[in-house]
């Protein structure tokens, strides 16, 4: 069964603070890893990442995927009160095209 | 380009009553699917709908049942409601070429008493 472990489970930051959220999973037949902002109830689509060492960088934002370790980190600098959110990521295995999530982490930035 | 909308937004049921739930696709997108997202945990997938038929199906049992309509808009059926059925229903779509980037709705929240 996969599994995906997401740490830390909450976060308390200042504004300008750089946060760093882990991801850790196992899959068999590894396609992709996404993440996910949630906010209130939609979750808004961040990234996908398919290959190993490639960063892929949005803004503030970044992510990175290292599959040999199992793991991928969202990266997130000069943070600011709206990066307040549960930020969840998924994983999907060739054996179909469900998502498979983790807990998330809940981040809270404090002016 | 129109998002993924969700109907109802919020809806409060009885123990073993039914339930409805409607999703319309993104503009583009052929393939829909359905996740259940209790509170303070992440989403988990219940199934998911492709050409109007079911194409992967999760760890639900089968008083959960969907359709997919012929413009890609789908339905979330659930029979015989319990408690435990109170949660978030998030609709994703993507299309069946890039089916892993999956876009969400807003959900509907569903309470059960």
């Known amino acids: 069964e996969d599994k995906v472990v997401q740490s830390p489970l909450s976060l308390v930051v200042h504004e300008g603070d750089t946060v760093t959220l882990n991801c850790s999973y196992e899959?068999?037949?590894?396609?992709?890893l996404l993440w996910y902002k949630q906010e209130k109830k939609a979750p808004t689509f961040l990234f996908m990442l398919t290959s190993s060492g490639i960063e892929k960088k949005s803004g503030r934002l970044s992510s990175i995927l290292d599959k040999k370790e199992l793991f991928s980190i969202l990266n997130i600098t000069a943070t600011q009160t709206g990066d307040s959110a549960i930020y969840l990521c998924?994983?999907?295995?060739?054996?179909?095209?469900?998502?498979?999530f983790g807990g998330g982490t809940r981040l809270m930035v404090k002016p | 380009e129109t998002g993924v909308t969700q109907s109802p937004t919020h809806l409060i049921k009885t123990r073993g009553q039914q339930v409805t739930l409607r999703c319309s696709s993104q503009s583009g997108h052929n393939t829909v699917s359905w996740y259940q997202q209790a509170l303070g945990q992440g989403p988990q997938f219940i199934f998911q709908?492709?050409?109007?038929?079911?194409?992967g199906r999760g760890n639900f049992p089968p008083r959960f049942s969907g359709l997919q309509f012929p413009n890609y808009s789908s339905e979330l059926n659930v029979n015989a409601l319990e408690l435990d059925d109170s949660a978030l229903y998030l609709c994703a779509s993507s299309s069946i070429a890039q089916a892993s980037e999956q876009y969400f709705g807003p959900g509907t929240r569903l309470t059960v008493t």
């Open positions: 709908y492709y050409r109007e038929e079911e194409n």
């Open positions: 899959v068999t037949n590894f396609r992709s």
């Open positions: 998924a994983v999907v295995s060739d054996a179909g095209n469900m998502l498979t």
